[in-house]
């Protein structure tokens, strides 16, 4: 059987669409400006900050992110991210910050002043739950003790470890910097910073991998006891060290049966182990998922910070400048001459879109079926007006006659056969003119 779930590095990009449908995210290169002329008075919003730098670039990583950059740009950053906060904060006053997540490139580089500085900014400008579920991406190198109590005294609650797999070939191959018993001891020390909620991060379908040395893996890796897990398939990105080395011969195509029987029985085997899966990736203890994921998934509001970072507020949905240069110039130019002018400075930060009905209804049904309980069709025809089988009729009938969508309870959802295939169903899903 073929698998098409693809990789999703969890809010490497705040945008979930991402590894489902790529022609969804071209859709934020429109250059206009974000409104900022009414306050968003919806209620709550998640916040991302990007940290694009990296010690090494990753062979099979296409996100936004670098390694090798001066050093005089990475200690700018910071206060371009504070800068463009304060920008931001005028607009979303009024709304109650229930997560906050920080996602890369490599978050855990950040020093503990520069990450006290950060915080201490966020809770300055933005309106922050007191349950605000609070998580950072990291990598097992970095996780030192001290850098976790560091970080646990600063408010980080949640963190997500890039393991990608216990295999020390595998992480050769994937260009990884740590060694599996980095990974444990670094578990273990989360654990004694006080650490209760750990995701980790997991990569299946490489190839050369047989399905034992996947199970092994996992097997392990649920020996560590971690609150959450997200097992994403290998996918080969065009423009990645790996994409190069596949298309030279230097390294065969993963094998796409051999990820569907991993996918296959990694779902079983987390079920055995009391993991819930509720997304096509993502399995949590009861009660552990991740918050902030669900707010994409939703399609809620969200206010992405940093190069490269994606919103979807207001209305509208917006993509930061991807550069790190650029996006610091951006926002520091003529900072104190357009102070009052959030507008005119969002000009040159970031460009977006008020996606129309169509698009909006597509983003709705994509992100609700990566979700395991599907779309509740009362609420999609409440916010459009119209039932998914009226909006996407024959795409939906096709696919239920093909055993990869059903009708359930008042949901529309994936089959078991239809995760497997999500992107299949996915394209038939999207815009007419926004078909690869």
Request: charged share 25%; net charge negative; aromatic share 8%.
């Amino acid at each position: 059987m073929h698998l098409d779930t693809t990789r999703c590095i969890e809010a490497c990009s705040p945008s979930p669409l991402r590894d489902a449908t790529a022609t969804l995210a071209r859709m934020t290169a429109h250059p206009s400006a974000p409104s900022l002329e009414v306050r968003d008075r919806s209620g709550s919003l998640a916040l991302y900050l990007h940290i694009p730098f990296c010690t090494a670039k990753c062979g099979y990583c296409d996100f936004n992110s670098y390694a090798g950059l001066p050093d005089h740009l990475v200690a700018d950053y910071t206060p371009a991210l504070m800068h463009e906060m304060e920008l931001w904060a005028p607009a979303v006053r009024d709304l109650q910050v229930d997560t906050v997540f920080f996602g890369g490139g490599t978050p855990s580089l950040t020093s503990l002043d520069d990450m006290s500085a950060i915080t201490s900014a966020i809770r300055a400008h933005f309106n922050i739950s007191e349950q605000v579920e609070w998580s950072l991406e990291a990598n097992p190198t970095e996780l030192t003790r001290e850098h976790l109590d560091g970080l646990r005294a600063l408010g980080v609650n949640r963190l997500s470890m890039g393991v990608q797999s216990l295999q020390p070939d595998e992480l050769k191959l994937l260009e990884r910097l740590h060694s599996p018993e980095r990974v444990i001891q670094a578990v273990a020390d989360a654990r004694a910073a006080g650490f209760d909620n750990v995701n980790l991060d997991l990569i299946f379908g490489i190839m050369g991998q047989p399905l034992e040395r996947w199970q092994d893996t996992l097997n392990r890796v649920i020996d560590l006891n971690p609150e959450h897990l997200s097992c994403y398939s290998l996918t080969v990105e065009p423009g990645t060290a790996l994409h190069y080395q596949v298309a030279k011969g230097q390294l065969e195509e993963p094998d796409p049966d051999i990820a569907a029987d991993q996918y296959e029985w990694t779902r079983e085997r987390l079920a055995a182990a009391g993991y819930e899966q509720y997304e096509i990736s993502n399995w949590a203890k009861p009660g552990r998922e991740c918050q902030h994921n669900l707010v994409y998934w939703h399609a809620e509001p969200y206010l992405g910070l940093g190069a490269g970072a994606h919103s979807f507020l207001l209305g509208r949905r917006m993509a930061n400048i991807d550069a790190p240069n650029r996006y610091v110039e951006a926002v520091t130019g003529g900072w104190e001459a357009q102070r009052d002018s959030g507008v005119g400075q969002l000009r040159q930060i970031a460009g977006g879109e008020t996606p129309d009905q169509e698009t909006q209804r597509a983003d709705a049904i994509i992100l609700g079926l990566r979700l395991l309980r599907g779309v509740s069709i009362e609420d999609f025809r409440t916010r459009f007006g119209m039932s998914p089988d009226e909006a996407f009729g024959p795409a939906i009938a096709k696919h239920e006659r093909l055993g990869l969508l059903e009708h359930a309870d008042g949901w529309l959802r994936l089959t078991e056969r239809g995760l497997l295939l999500s992107n299949e169903v996915f394209v038939d899903l999207l815009p007419d003119d926004d078909e690869a």
